[in-house]
């Protein structure tokens, strides 16, 4: 795994502030509970050599993952598969965020590409991520559309420029940002992670893995008792 940005230091949250977060979260889970399921529409063909890392095991993260933070490798790594336009994942990330503040230096977090394809804008959110990956700025751009997400998202028209205003406020190398975008390796890039989540039996956005292993969420407490089992082992 190769780190893609260097994040700010960030202090241990203090327990109270923690069961504050998983507490209202909880209520996100369960308003959540009819759209976090977003079925995927088109096949995907995989193949072994795409979808198996060393001795043919399912690879969760490969060298160009991208890691948001980086403890090491003995610490926990948390993945998550997310669709930028997804709604469910929109509603996930500051939580998201908070947790990755909570158990700041202890987890390593990475996001993978799940860009569903009944979201028009899915795939061009995430080649823009991409896109600014390639100048280092991936964390400033995924933070970007997330926070941005109501804007322009459930849009039957391309949001690319949209996007592109947005690189441009990020004070991109905007030559270098037009030619990724319109390289079709960035767009092969983002299904690289699309194959690769649904050989791993992804099939809606959220999904996250700890270590190797699907996570089964039924309320947030799930995901952080889930990492604290992990910290502890």
């Known amino acids: 795994m190769n780190t893609s940005s260097a994040k700010g230091s960030r202090r241990r949250m203090a327990t109270p502030v923690k069961v504050t977060i998983v507490t209202g979260a909880l209520l996100i889970v369960a308003v959540l509970a009819a759209i976090i399921y977003a079925a995927v529409t088109r096949p995907a063909p995989v193949t072994p050599s795409d979808a198996t ?13 991208h890691v948001l933070d980086n403890v090491g490798d003995d610490a926990p790594t948390l993945v998550e598969f997310l669709d930028f336009e997804c709604e469910a994942c929109g509603a996930f990330y500051p939580v998201v965020e908070q947790i990755r ?60 420029d949209v996007f592109r205003g947005f690189a441009q ?55 952080t008792d889930a ?3 992990a910290i502890a082992g």
């Open 53 to 65: 890392g060393e001795g043919g095991a399912l690879s969760v993260t490969r060298e160009n993952s």
């Open 101 to 160: 503040e909570a158990y700041d230096g202890k987890i390593n977090y990475v996001f993978r590409y799940f860009p569903i394809p009944s979201h028009f804008n899915s795939m061009n959110a995430a080649i823009a991520v991409e896109a600014a990956s390639q100048q280092g700025r991936v964390e400033d751009m995924y933070n970007k559309l997330f926070q941005t997400q109501t804007e322009w998202a459930e849009q039957q028209v391309s949001q690319a």
């Open 169 to 223: 406020e990020l004070g991109l190398d905007m030559a270098k940002y037009d030619a990724a975008v319109a390289d079709p390796a960035t767009k092969t890039r983002v299904e690289f992670d699309f194959n690769e989540g649904r050989s791993l039996g992804v099939n809606s956005t959220p999904t996250f893995f700890l270590d190797g292993e699907k996570l089964e969420l039924t309320k947030l407490t799930d995901l």
């Open 227 to 229: 990492l604290d089992r």
